[in-house]
């Protein structure tokens, strides 16, 4: 049973202050997208507009296809660059009409023109206790060191890899029984259940990005990440 060392929120009808008008959201995946499905099962007071896949094959898209939800591919194999592969994303992103962005199971490293564009604006879930643990195979690295302690952390989009503000963690216990397939099982449930609260606390409005040192939770400055337990 998960206990939420912070109450969750009531439901609102979500709107941005300064349009008065839903928050449209684009989901950024790259393949099965357990993720997006929670986010789609959630039932967020904003809405999904669009998920966008630099693969075809990538399972996400049959997911948002079954919930109505328009989809996109944009392989990255097709561009010569980084950066040309960023400018056509940015343009679908614009058509349409995106306020906020979210990375689940995206595989592609975004260049700074793009994170720049979206400071604020856009989301990752990190299968760690940021910042131990920045970049890839984690479960195993916790198992090596012997660490008492796991989880995921969901994050805003910075240039640097995994560094942007941590918003909200799921921590669990590591046991003698766990190995790295074990803990990633574990760890994905806390994704599902922590990653559609922080998108709808920016929905709702109680969570809002101030600027790159400043984040506030209802109203005052978030000094560190919202910590949920597994017990």
Known sequence: MLNLLKVQTKKFVCYLHKENRMIKIAVLVSGNGSNLQALIDANLSG?????????????????????NIATHVIEHKKFPTREAFDAAMQQQLQAWDV?????AGFMRILTPKFVQAWEGKMLNIHPSLLPTYKGMHTHQRVLNTGDRWHGC????VTDELD????????VIAVTQHDDAERLAERVHVLEHLIYPQVVEWICSGQLQYVSAQQVEYQGTPLSGPIQFCKL
């Open 47 to 67: 809405k999904i507009v669009g998920v966008l896949s630099n693969r075809p094959d990538a399972y996400a898209l049959q997911r948002a296809q079954q919930a």
């Open 99 to 103: 306020d906020l962005v979210i990375l």
């Open 153 to 156: 952390t969901v994050h805003f």
């Open 163 to 170: 560094a942007g503000q941590a918003l909200a963690q799921g």
